[in-house]
């Protein structure tokens, strides 16, 4: 694990990435796993000195949960599937009636403490109000539960499952919905935090086991900390300027890791930003949560 110049952030590895993603923590195997939106690479590497394991996917990837008796549920940008550990398809998930791939692809998505897949979307010409959020079950059926969301990105939970929070990144608001753990409904839908007048968008995020929610702040090269009541509480900052997403992991889950992307950065600026693409870590005073599996 390499110490990035100037940072109390720690590089992960030496993989770079077009557009890092989805980085979920594999305690079974204390391993890192993330993928490359761009290059549709999957990869799991363990921690801290592991080499990467690298799978070529079929599809564009969007999101994925782990499955307790191994493999995954993946959301490609235009469908849904079950998954082996590496992300070869085993079984495709029907979404008809349900999503309109000619109008919605699949962005980021996390599993709750019941084994439900959450899963955000948005308009392939990102128009305005034009994505929606879905529910999948254990048993395989989908259903859309809110619509009017641009850029959907990060879903996560507090420790007592009453709320759920789910970024939009454009133009920049993460939301908060009462939940119900026993039968998955949401409420109405309340800002948390807004980014409008601010610089960074959200973009990843998840929550700690003390209920802060901790977001990826892309364009403005940190992750924010914030309380339950959406103040500020400290900043982490990294070596770039996009950070694309988060999790903890390690073996008392108090490691911070973080994805980045070189996507939309010009040649001049990347020529600055040398560790655009990389992934990095750091140890925190605070545990994070494990992520649960998909079928509870």
């Known amino acids: 694990m390499k110490k990035a110049d100037g ?3 720690f590089r992960v590895g030496d993989d770079m990435c077009e557009l890092g993603e989805g980085p979920i923590w594999e305690p079974r195997e204390g391993a890192f796993l993330w993928f490359d939106v761009q290059s549709r690479r999957f990869m799991r590497r363990v921690f801290p000195d592991g080499e990467t394991r690298a799978t070529q996917l079929e599809k564009m990837p969007a999101s994925f949960g782990r499955r307790a ?3 995954m549920i993946f959301a490609f940008r235009n469908g849904l599937a079950l998954t082996d550990d590496s992300g070869v398809v085993e079984r495709e998930i029907s979404c008809e009636g349900v999503v309109d791939f000619a109008s919605q692809r699949f962005n980021d998505g996390a599993v709750d403490r019941r084994g439900r897949f959450w899963v955000g979307g948005f308009h ?8 929606g959020l879905y529910r999948v079950d254990p048993d395989l059926s989908i259903r859309r539960m809110d619509s009017g969301v641009t850029m959907s990105n990060g879903i996560a939970w507090s ?4 709320t759920m929070y789910f970024a939009d990144s454009s133009p920049g608001c993460v939301w908060r919905y009462d939940f119900d753990l026993a039968t998955g409904a949401i409420g109405p839908r309340r800002i948390f935090v807004d980014y409008a007048g601010r610089s960074g968008r959200p973009d990843g995020l998840t929550v700690d086991s003390e209920g802060f929610v901790w977001i990826a702040e892309v364009g403005a090269g940190r992750v924010a900390r914030y309380d339950p009541t959406g103040r500020l509480d400290r900043v982490v900052a990294v070596p770039v300027s996009k950070p694309t997403s988060v999790t903890f992991g390690g073996p008392d889950f108090r490691i911070l890791f973080v994805t980045t992307m070189q996507l939309g950065l010009s040649e001049e600026e990347l020529a600055v930003e040398t560790l655009a693409g990389a992934n990095f870590a750091c140890r925190c005073d605070v545990a994070g949560l494990p992520e649960p599996f998909f079928g509870g």
């Open 7 to 9: 940072s109390d952030v």
């Open 159 to 162: 420790p007592d499952d009453r």
């Open 69 to 71: 008796g191994g493999g």
């Open 124 to 131: 392939p010409k990102v128009k305005e109000g034009g994505g």
